[in-house]
């Protein structure tokens, strides 16, 4: 007898049974994991009848409540949970290092989380689309590896995730804005050669190189002339440090493409063509100032140390330790003047 079935996203098997499919559309389908839905109907025609509008519903209820895009977070979160409970529980993180029975005690506890799912007949397994995020997470790790769970951090993530944790380390609320700033800056620069926020794993060495020439091409904060070699690399290390932050503190599996992006040689700087004073004009000023007690040790402290004028007229009683076995002074930020170079000690010695 001839089908009297016609209905859309039907499709009669050899075997003579129903299935529903339908394609997931383009910008889903990195979520929905797959590019198609498939589902058993029935093996007679009037079991797919019966079954086909709650299988139309169920499809269009899954296509509306999904997002349209891949949140890291939501996998991020349940994945830090599955690390621990691995590492709590002594489990092997890669599968070929699990013993024959762990792996055989992994696979019984996901059939467990998966027994609680009704079973597609077709297949004998629970469809995917009913299974929860985490269940789905953990019962992937189970039966390969906390590594295969692959969270799609974009560009924004990344950086998002790496300002935080920099934020951990910081007291200068003041510093934390600037830099705050300066990230959010290169990121917007970063978006503008990708189009998109795509993710990070998707960045490659002609984005560093596109990225390094748009930021030697800028004008210099002065308005004159284009910034400085520092300034291009100070600037163009922040999306190459987000991203080693992400490969470690993230577990994204990349290698960082904007590792040894070539910048250019950098300028012989200024102070480095500076010639030392003339012995004449050290003992000059010591002449000039023989007559101010207070210009001269400062001035002494200059000629012996090294130390730089702010540095010396930023000190206080505090930063002095006369008495200890090699006599020396700190220098140290403080809350009314920065120190460009790490803290320092100097010693006094070579003044007495």
Same mark, same amino acid.
């Given at each position: 007898?001839?089908?009297?079935f ?13 299935k ?8 889903l389908?990195k979520?929905?994991g !797959? ?27 899954i296509?509306k ?12 979160? @349940? ?8 590492l ?5 993180r890669? !599968? ?10 992994? !696979? ?14 077709e ?7 009913d299974?929860s995020?985490?269940?789905h ?9 906390p ?5 799609q ?13 920099w ?31 795509i ?17 030697k ?9 284009? @910034?400085a070699?520092?300034? #291009? ?8 440090a ?5 490969? !470690? ?7 960082? +493409?904007f590792?040894?992006?070539d910048?250019?040689?950098? +300028? ?8 030392p004073?003339?012995? +004449? #004009? ?8 023989s ?9 002494t ?8 004028n ?7 009683k ?8 090699? +006599?020396?002074?700190?220098?140290t ?10 803290a ?8 007495r």
């Amino acid at each position: 007898m001839p089908a009297r079935f016609s209905m859309k996203y039907v499709k009669r098997l050899k075997d003579g049974s129903y299935k529903y499919r339908r394609r997931v559309p383009d910008h889903l389908q990195k979520v929905f994991g !797959k590019s198609e839905f498939s589902r058993f109907l029935g093996r007679t025609e009037e079991e797919a009848l019966r079954a086909y509008p709650d299988m139309h519903e169920h499809f269009e209820r899954i296509i509306k409540n999904i997002p349209n895009t891949a949140t890291a977070s939501e996998i991020a979160s @349940p994945k830090e949970q599955i690390n621990a409970k691995f590492l709590e529980l002594g489990l092997s993180r890669t !599968k070929k290092n699990a013993g024959w029975d762990e792996q055989t005690a992994r !696979k019984a506890e996901a059939e467990r989380i998966l027994a609680r799912y009704a079973l597609d007949e077709e297949t004998g397994h629970p469809d995917r689309d009913d299974v929860s995020l985490s269940d789905h997470l953990l019962v992937t790790a189970l039966l390969d590896s906390p590594e295969s769970i692959q969270a799609q951090f974009t560009i924004s993530d990344v950086f998002s995730h790496y300002l935080e944790h920099w934020k951990t380390s910081q007291t200068d609320q003041m510093k934390v804005d600037k830099y705050a700033e300066r990230i959010s800056r290169m990121q917007g620069i970063l978006l503008d050669i990708t189009g998109a926020d795509i993710p990070v794993t998707e960045l490659t060495r002609q984005h560093g190189r596109m990225l390094r020439d748009k930021l030697k091409a800028q004008p210099a904060r002065s308005g004159r002339g284009r @910034p400085a070699y520092g300034t #291009v690399q100070r600037n163009f290390n922040i999306p190459k440090a987000a991203i080693n932050h992400g490969i !470690k503190e993230l577990d994204i599996l990349m290698t960082n +493409p904007f590792t040894s992006i070539d910048l250019g040689r950098a +300028p012989v700087r200024a102070h480095d063509l500076r010639h030392p004073l003339p012995n +004449p #004009v050290i003992a000059a000023m010591y002449g000039e100032l023989s007559n101010n007690q207070t210009l001269l040790d400062i001035w002494t402290l200059i000629h012996h140390t090294g130390a730089q004028n702010a540095e010396v007229l930023g000190l206080k009683k505090n930063d002095l330790y006369l008495a200890d076995p090699i +006599p020396h002074f700190e220098i140290t930020p403080d809350d009314e003047r920065s120190v460009k170079e790490r803290a320092r000690l100097v010693s006094l010695l070579s003044i007495r």
